[in-house]
Structure formats: structure tokens, C-alpha cells
């Protein structure tokens, strides 16, 4: 279990690190369309994979 922790936790740092240095990089313009993109792109995504597991775990 600690292991698990320890990747999860691994892997947050490093999208926090891509965030915060690669981000301004991107030619991304600020709108409340993309605002919302972000925001809520991350949780269907997690919803898709989630759905595809419980399927998959299924047959």
C-alpha cells in the first residue's frame, strides 16, 4: 500500500513540475472556454478510464 502511495504521489509532483515550468510555454489563449476545458477534462477523463476498467473486469 505504501508503495502505491509513494507512485501516486511521485507522479502528482511531477505533472505539478510540468505545470508550473512547461505551461508557459504553450500557446494557450485565456478564456473561459478553455478555463472550463481544463478544469473539467480531468474528471471525464477519469470517468472514461473508470468505466473502461469496471467493463473490462466484467468479462
Not at 16 to 21: G, L, P
Request: glycine share 4%; aromatic share 8%; proline share 3%.
Amino acid at each position: 500500500m505504501a508503495v502505491f502511495i509513494i507512485k501516486v504521489f511521485a507522479l502528482s509532483a511531477l505533472i505539478s513540475v510540468a505545470i508550473k515550468y512547461g505551461a508557459p510555454y504553450l500557446a494557450i489563449s485565456e478564456t473561459n472556454t478553455t478555463a472550463l476545458i481544463v478544469v473539467v477534462l480531468p474528471s471525464i477523463l477519469m470517468a472514461i478510464a473508470l468505466g473502461w476498467r469496471s467493463r473490462q473486469s466484467k468479462l
